[in-house]
């Protein structure tokens, strides 16, 4: 589809719309999204008559199924819409992320939690969450060795108008996309798919904090933003780290650089 400056496109891949305000090629144009422009490949956008306006904080519509997690504080449900968990799971507690697994079965979907210095508690459904994916050990020494190759790659200094910069592996980013995390999600709901995603960024940010490393970019899409809110309030405790957008001609909107000082 060819577009002209002043069409208003949406996205087909984010929630997003925008107005045309350059012409490249037949195949890309100049998008202004939210007062940013973006050079946009035109396959991946659709021609509307109009911008959708919306009162209060939303951006965009909401649909009323999605509508409902959105405006509970800190993904909080009934301990109802939990799946029941059992004796020998292992579970992390949300609050603080202490890790324990269970003993007994309580009353009034309550369990007993033994933690790993030897001590069992009582939580509710509410308070705790299965841990899907375990520890594992990696070979330290080949994935340094990998990084020193990465570094040695000679890039071209000459850039090309228009054209999006490649995507390589680097070692200071985070990817929460669920196909970056686990082979599959299918069955997961949709608290536990953000439950796995935080787990992973938290075990990544220690990671940086011991490594001393001085920052951290986090792609966590731009979807709803229950992730990127998640993310932010779990990084407040941290006085000496500052998060801000990251480089939007690179990751686009949707991911921040953590800078830790």
């Known amino acids: 589809m060819v577009f002209q400056k002043g069409d208003k496109v949406s996205f087909l891949n984010e929630a997003l719309n925008g107005v045309v305000v350059d012409y490249i090629n037949d195949s890309r144009v100049l998008v202004d999204c939210q007062g940013i422009e973006m050079d946009v490949s035109a396959q991946e ?4 008559t109009f911008i959708p306006q919306v009162e209060g904080k939303h951006l965009f519509p909401i649909k009323k199924e999605d509508k409902q997690i ?3 504080p800190n993904l909080q449900r009934k301990a109802s819409d939990y799946k029941k ?3 020998g799971d292992l579970v992390s507690f949300m609050s603080d992320n202490t890790k324990g697994t269970i ?13 790993e ?15 899907w994916v375990k520890d594992f050990s990696v070979d330290e020494k080949a994935i340094q060795g990998k990084i020193k190759k990465d570094l040695k790659k000679i890039t071209s200094p000459i850039s090309i108008a228009h054209q999006a910069a490649p995507k390589y592996f680097q070692h200071n980013e985070v990817d929460l996309h669920m196909e970056s995390i686990l082979d599959s999600c299918k069955g997961m709901s949709n608290f536990e798919i953000v439950t796995v995603q935080l787990n992973h960024f938290r075990k990544r940010l220690h990671e940086a904090l011991q490594d001393n490393e001085p920052h951290l970019v986090v792609i966590h899409g731009v979807g709803k933003g ?9 990084l407040e405790q941290f006085p000496n780290i500052k998060v ?9 909107l949707g991911a921040s650089e953590i800078r830790i000082y």
């Open 117 to 131: 210095d030897g001590f069992s508690i009582p939580a509710t459904r509410i308070e705790i969450e299965k841990i």
């Open 45 to 48: 956008l659709i021609r509307i």
């Open 226 to 234: 229950v992730l990127k809110r998640e993310i932010y309030k779990y």
């Open 85 to 87: 968990l059992s004796i």
């Open 70 to 72: 959105d405006e509970i």
């Open 103 to 115: 003993v007994a079965i309580l009353p009034k979907n309550e369990y007993e939690v033994e933690l």
């Open 244 to 252: 801000l957008p990251a480089d939007v001609k690179l990751y686009g």
